[in-house]
């Protein structure tokens, strides 16, 4: 795949989405140049953070690349961890696959070619978002950068408290196997590529090893890329994004 610099792509910034709580939610827009009439795909891109932090904006690079590439691409306000109890975060990102696919007439996308992307706890968002079933909010590819797969002991192997901090401190073993993809790799997953780095101190690469393994076991499409020797965020460095963005490209125009 070669994403030409000189393709053009608008960009639309802080578009009032829906609202949240006591507040309201907005996306960025990326969007290819328009040369013909047939409908696009589109994906959604979800930032990462720890659900505690980040923004909508961490997406920019995979933004235009990926509009650069024909795909539609909006990156969406979610509450962090700190804002609304779980499972705000998901329902916040149901709501802007509700709304994305709401907009197709506007945006000129195909309503059945949606995708979902995201980074570390927003890959873990794009992975539960992917295993719904709501027609509404069906997603047919998904991909996930380093994304927590289980959420027991995640706090942990990387000592921190984020885990504790989404779900709760009266959270139980089931509570936390809901909220984990790898428990629910048996469902139909829409094809699943997986990008992590082999030497990933914040979520290790058997989070994405397992979870791998568990979907085809259950019969699902997925591909994994690991990085040797990279870290987690290792795409934070432009080269690798770009190496990634391509990934992506070849991935989803194989099954969006």
């Not at 990326?30 to 961490?58: K, M, N």
């Not at 997953?189 to 994405?208: A, I, K, N, W």
Request: hydrophobic share 40%; aromatic share 8%.
């Amino acid at each position: 795949v070669v994403f030409m610099s000189n393709t053009r792509i608008e960009v639309r910034k802080a578009v009032a989405m829906s609202s949240a709580g006591d507040g309201s939610l907005c996306c960025d827009l990326y969007l290819p140049d328009q040369t013909d009439q047939a409908q696009r795909p589109a994906i959604v891109l979800l930032f990462g953070g720890g659900w505690r932090s980040g923004e909508r904006s961490q997406q920019k690079v995979y933004g235009i690349l990926l509009a650069k590439a024909g795909f539609v691409c909006l990156a969406p306000d979610y509450r962090w961890s700190t804002q609304a109890v779980w499972p705000a975060q998901l329902d916040d990102v149901q709501s802007a696959i509700r709304w994305l696919r709401g907009q197709s007439s506007e945006l000129n996308i195909d309503p059945d070619r949606i995708a979902v992307s995201g980074n570390s706890s927003g890959g873990h968002l794009a992975l539960l978002a992917a295993a719904e079933s709501d027609v509404k909010e069906k997603v047919c590819a998904v991909c996930a950068f380093y994304p927590p797969t289980r959420l027991l002991g995640l706090d942990e192997e990387s000592n921190d408290d984020t885990v504790k901090t989404l779900i709760g401190p009266k959270a139980t073993r089931e509570d936390l196997e809901r909220a984990s993809p790898l428990f629910l790799a048996s469902r139909s997953f829409p094809p699943v590529l997986l990008l992590t780095g082999g030497d990933d101190q914040r979520v290790p690469v058997e989070h994405s090893r397992d979870f791998y393994d568990a979907l085809i076991a259950a019969g699902n499409v997925a591909d994994l890329h690991v990085f040797a020797g990279q870290g987690h965020a290792f795409d934070a460095d432009l080269p690798f994004a770009k190496l990634s963005a391509t990934l992506m490209t070849d991935f989803f125009t194989r099954y969006v």
